[in-house]
């Protein structure tokens, strides 16, 4: 009998070369056929299946693929399109973008906010445009992943109803091509929690009358999976691994047994988090098998395979899904062997979560330091990492030279001299305990700053990035691809800063910047200039729809071996006698959005970026810069998913921000800058960052986001954005004047800064200077006004 079986949660869907982002991008423009972007997904499914198989595993996973987003797919699977939407005779193909990317005329819009997130979109991937049309889906991160899923809309009148073949159609074509199948599914409790209700129906009373009349249209894809003979049903709920209401945690019970009478296996997979208080009630579910992340909460192993009635199976996710390291594969089979011994031997092996979150393949990381790269494992080779431990423990001989390889990549990465920086950690560890500490309390710094600056009441100022022209573009591909060498690309920047600096005094802005001309990304860039970080050529990981990131490798002790930014921060100065804002990324952000070395505690590598950039702060000040803005816009996405572990990560995300900033003296003005946030329950830590200036995006809000800083009684100064760069669209000198006056009600004025929501690195001039123009205007109406 055999005892041991592999599989895999999901696999990446945007193909090895990005093929489907080139397809979507062409369909998108017209040039693609929508049969020809069918005929690219079903290639790319083949493709991955076959891979899968070939890797040994015993079942394919079919659900997980999606033009735009599977959470999209299963909102017309279970037929909940918006009615906004008023859909007639379109296609569902044209529905389903329509529903990721809204209709011409309302955009979504385009940003600096977040690194190649929601907000950061294509210039072709958006329509410019008047007011009229349906805005796309809200998206929004899932979990604590940079994978942003598109909101389901519902309301207390929402019925459901079994609309979409697709999903059955691909377990054909899956069928067809002779694989094992396990299909995929979104359980209906993580469905419903991650929707949005649209008419202020509370969660809690959109799960009492949602659910029971979507479970019968679980019951009927559940049959019809079935029917057509698929091996498994993997049925998705990872919000088994959140603090979950009791109503929620009570649902489940009732969702299952009902879900359990379609007579489908069922396999329900959690992962991103540990079960907790909701482990026994995962085990006792009326399901065929249990999925649990044994990366992440490898701790509870052994009390779920002790819980989890024996006739169930138990996946382990033993295999990292979420970062790109070598599994230990010794370490792994010890944890292991007391799972196996509690389940007779029988086991399911797979990665943690999903292959989503990580690139494809090293093979073609050809120009990667090759010790490091025998370090990693992305989707392909994570694979093979559990065709081996499957044989390490079935054929325990046949798997040992795989074995001895993995066990000298992992001997190599641990003795490695590279990965320590004695000068690092001897710095580290000497740290005085007020290295994290301003000198002097705020309200003296402020006088302080106030009589070097000189600046008047509401002072404007802008968040960083102006627009990178298709110039500025074309200028940094020529550079790399080696056209134009570096004096002529340095000359081409230090004159785009120049152009930038000059609109800001045509202006009349207070505190300039020189725009981020010379930066492709707020974290690549200055990832590039740190020691410890690597790049990949195509470690590409899907963001939404079309778009990916590749996130930087840190691999070893972080330090700045040069200045990175005071040259450029310098030149602009030079241009104006108005103040110019250097401007960095933080600690936290860099971390967040890379892949993270994990031979030691994540808050030990940010610290050591915090004082990479703490040395970058203080060169800037002495080089005359008397403004330093530290983004830290993913500090707030960091939150660990379970309230108890918040208090630790906010704690040392605070620390992080503080050492790289505590350096400045009392003259120089700190100022960070965060995208839009729920800010309400982390106010007490957005203080203790200290920071002397916060820019936060409230446009969207109206200023509501604010009411939680003026009830706070927030200390220091707060620059809520009026107004909103994710479109095009110019906001007029009354608008942001309300918003003004709004913010004045909840905030002291003397405290108050004006400045657009987010960096423009996304606009077009034109709009920018418009845009500005009201903002000054409205800036020079309120001192008026004082
Ligand atoms: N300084 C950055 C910019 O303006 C900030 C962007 C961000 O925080 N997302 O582009
Ligand atoms: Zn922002």
């Not at 500490?437 to 990035?465: C, D, H, M, V, Y």
Request: glycine fraction near 6%.
């Amino acid at each position: 009998m055999k005892n041991i079986y592999t599989h895999i949660p999901g696999f990446p869907r945007v193909g090895a070369q990005r093929e489907l982002k080139t397809a979507l991008e062409r369909h998108w423009r017209g040039e693609l056929a929508a049969a020809e972007l069918e005929a690219e997904g079903r290639a790319l499914r083949a493709r991955h299946w076959a891979r899968q198989r070939d890797a040994g595993l015993d079942f394919v996973t079919v659900g997980d693929f999606a033009f735009y987003d599977h959470v999209a797919n299963h909102i017309q699977l279970l037929g909940c399109e918006p009615a906004r939407f008023g859909f007639q005779a379109e296609t569902p193909l044209e529905r389903y973008f329509t529903l990721a990317r809204g209709r011409a005329g309302a955009p979504r819009g385009d940003c600096a906010c977040g690194h190649g997130s929601a907000n950061d979109q294509n210039s072709h991937d958006g329509h410019d445009g008047h007011d009229s049309g349906s805005p796309a889906l809200e998206m929004t991160k899932w979990f604590d992943t940079n994978y942003h899923y598109l909101v389901p809309e519902l309301d207390a009148a929402t019925h459901f109803e079994l609309s979409s073949t697709r999903l059955f159609d691909e377990v054909d074509e899956a069928l067809a091509l002779g694989h094992a199948v396990k299909a995929t599914l979104i359980g209906p409790l993580t469905f419903l929690w991650l929707a949005r209700s649209t008419d202020a129906t509370p969660r809690r009373d959109l799960l009492d009358c949602l659910l029971p009349r979507l479970l019968p249209i679980y019951g009927q894809v559940l049959a019809r999976l079935k029917e057509q003979g698929v091996a498994w049903v993997q049925v998705e709920e990872p919000i088994l691994g959140l603090d979950l209401p009791q109503e929620w945690r009570s649902a489940f019970d009732t969702a299952y047994w009902q879900l359990n009478q379609a007579g489908a296996p069922l396999l329900l997979a959690t992962y991103f988090s540990p079960l907790e208080e909701n482990l026994s009630l995962a085990c006792r579910l009326p399901v065929a098998g249990l999925h649990v992340d044994g990366v992440r909460a490898a701790h509870e192993l052994v009390s779920v395979a002790d819980w989890l009635p024996v006739h169930k199976v138990l996946s382990v996710g033993i295999v990292d899904g979420r970062n790109i390291w070598r599994t230990d594969l010794d370490a792994a089979l010890g944890t292991l062997a007391p799972l196996l011994e509690k389940r007779n031997g029988q086991l399911w092996l797979s990665t943690s979560c999903s292959l989503l979150h990580v690139p494809y393949s090293l093979e073609v990381e050809t120009a990667l330091d090759p010790e490091l790269a025998s370090w990693l494992a992305f989707a392909h080779e994570k694979l093979d990492e559990l065709a081996v431990l499957k044989t390490a423990i079935e054929q325990p001989r046949a798997a040992a030279a795989a074995l001895a390889a993995s066990r000298a990549a992992i001997a190599t990465r641990r003795a490695s001299p590279r990965v320590r920086d004695a000068a690092v950690r001897a710095r580290l560890a000497a740290l005085p305990d007020h290295a994290a500490q301003r000198k002097s309390p705020f309200a003296e710094r402020r006088l302080l700053q106030g009589a070097k600056l000189n600046l008047p009441p509401f002072p404007t100022t802008t968040i960083g990035s102006f627009p990178q022209t298709p110039a500025i573009r074309s200028a940094r591909a020529a550079f790399k691809r080696g056209d134009l060498d570096g004096t002529g690309y340095e000359a081409a920047m230090r004159a785009e800063i120049e152009h930038a600096i000059r609109r800001q005094e045509a202006l009349g802005l207070d505190v300039l910047v020189h725009g981020e001309a010379e930066r492709n990304d707020m974290v690549e860039y200055f990832g590039e200039h740190l020691a410890g970080f690597a790049f990949t050529r195509n470690g590409w990981v899907q963001s939404y729809g079309s778009r990916c990131v590749k996130p930087p490798v840190i691999w070893g002790d972080v330090s700045r071996p040069a200045p990175i930014t005071v040259a450029w921060a310098r030149h602009a100065q030079s241009l104006t006698p108005l103040p110019v804002k250097g401007m960095l990324t933080g600690p936290v952000t860099i971390l967040q959005w890379s892949f993270v070395r994990d031979d030691q505690p994540r808050a030990d590598t940010a610290d050591q970026i915090a004082l990479a950039m703490r040395d970058e702060v203080d060169d800037l000040q002495q080089a005359g810069i008397d403004i330093v803005q530290i983004d830290e816009p993913a500090l707030r996405e960091g939150l660990p998913l379970r309230q108890a572990r918040r208090a630790a990560y906010l704690d040392r995300a605070v620390r992080a921000f503080r050492l790289t900033a505590a350096v400045a003296r009392d003259g120089t003005q700190i100022h960070t800058h965060m995208c839009y946030a729920e800010f309400n329950d982390i106010l007490p830590q957005i203080a203790a960052l200290d920071a002397d200036v916060i820019t936060i995006e409230t446009s969207r809000s109206a200023m509501a986001l604010l009411d939680a800083f003026g009830d706070f009684r927030y200390p220091n100064d707060i620059g809520p954005g009026v107004y909103d760069i994710h479109s095009p669209r110019v906001p007029d000198r009354e608008e942001m004047l309300a918003l003004l006056r709004r913010a004045r009600a909840v905030i002291p004025a003397g405290q108050l800064w004006v400045n657009p929501d987010c960096g423009l690195k996304t606009r077009g001039w034109p709009e920018t200077e418009a845009a500005l123009r009201h903002m000054v205007d409205a800036a020079r109406q309120m001192r008026a006004e004082w």
